[in-house]
């Protein structure tokens, strides 16, 4: 199986949050699951840490080099064809980086790991 992380589901298994889900944090940690990392994930990470709004335990760089690797989880690049989703999408979700994370998971087929059951309304396999 493969999957898409949201970014705070991103975040929660990094960090050990206990507000990942069981079912989120057996599927991700499951040695059998391809774990997808959109750009926009760590783009939107970056954001929130120079607005002050997030804060990592260790510098950003370090941080997110260290982590995809210790975990094995791979980028997903941000293809023409995923934003190009994004011209007919419709506006259930208004975050930038979410509807990009719609588009990749409408374009790659894949279940997209995520709390905000905004995703719903888009018909995309969400795992929570």
């Not at 990942?20 to 990392?37: G, K, M, W, Y």
Request: net charge negative; charged share 15%.
């Amino acid at each position: 199986m493969t999957v898409l992380l949201d970014t705070h589901a991103f975040l929660w298994f990094l960090l050990a949050d206990p507000k990942l889900s069981n079912p989120a944090q057996e599927i991700i940690s499951d040695a059998q699951t391809r774990v997808s990392v959109s750009p926009a994930t760590y783009w939107e990470i970056a954001i929130k840490i120079s607005l002050g709004k997030y804060a990592l335990p260790e510098p950003y760089a370090l941080f997110m080099e260290q982590q995809l690797a210790i975990n094995n989880f791979r980028i997903l690049p941000i293809l023409p064809g995923h934003t190009a989703i994004l011209t007919s999408l419709p506006f259930h979700h208004r975050d930038p980086f979410d509807r990009l994370l719609i588009a990749q998971s409408i374009a790659e087929q894949v279940p997209l790991v995520s709390c905000d059951s905004a995703f719903d309304a888009y018909g995309i396999s969400r795992i929570w």
